[in-house]
């Protein structure tokens, strides 16, 4: 058994006083860390409204690679095709086929991903959430990333942003390595080894640490 699929889930915290003392943890846990939360200031991590896992990744599929407005006004016409309700369901986008998808501006691999995911969900063969409460990290990307198009960094904001996994490290996301490249005043961009090496000192918090480097990405 591998011993991260072992370990206990730890959920990020769910009020302002506990997510200030998890950030407290992480400063003390690490002086370059330390730096970046002194020049972000207070974090404001939040897990999402509830969603359905169907919609909670198309929104994730919709967002790769792509700016955050980009996104969202590609979703917002993406839930204008529901015959009922705010958002299609996965046989509404089954019986719409390709077209639809991409005249509201999906790629076409994205949209193939959306389609292969709403067969999945029809089949009933992606885990509820509360199927997933129960397993680890590792299990639920293993899950997840069967179906085409979804990889890595796209389960990884799943588990971070409706999960509310605590210790994610997005080690393919632009954002956090360029946040990185930023905090330790580089040119180059670090490689995923000088980021997991130097996430192993933001232990159990780093989906926090994430947030950090995003933010100072924007900076």
């Not at 996430?199 to 950090?212: F, H, K, L, M, N």
Request: glycine share 6%; with cysteine; net charge positive.
């Amino acid at each position: 058994m591998n011993p991260e699929n072992s370990a206990p889930i730890l959920l990020l915290p769910n009020t302002p006083r506990e997510l200030n003392r998890a950030v407290q943890q992480l400063a003390k846990s690490d002086a370059f860390m330390r730096s970046v939360i002194q020049q972000i200031g207070p974090c404001h991590l939040a897990v999402s409204k509830p969603r359905t896992p169907f919609q909670s990744l198309v929104r994730a599929i919709a967002h790769q690679q792509l700016h955050g407005r980009a996104a969202q006004t590609i979703l917002q016409r993406f839930a204008a095709l529901a015959k009922s309700g705010s958002f299609p369901t996965a046989s509404e986008v089954l019986q719409l086929g390709k077209a639809p998808l991409r005249a509201v501006g999906l790629s076409q691999a994205k949209t193939l991903a959306v389609l292969d995911l709403a067969d999945y969900v029809v089949r009933r063969e992606i885990p509820s959430w509360q199927r997933m409460k129960n397993m680890s990290d590792e299990d639920i990307i293993a899950s997840l990333s069967r179906v085409r198009g979804i990889g890595r960094w796209t389960v990884e904001m799943v588990l971070i942003f409706q999960l509310g996994r605590a210790d994610v490290l997005a080690l393919d996301d632009y954002g956090v390595r360029n946040g990185l490249r930023k905090a330790l005043g580089d040119e180059a961009l670090p490689d995923k080894r000088t980021l997991a090496q130097m996430g192993e000192a933001w232990r159990p918090w780093r989906s926090i640490a994430c947030w950090y480097l995003w933010r100072m990405s924007e900076r």
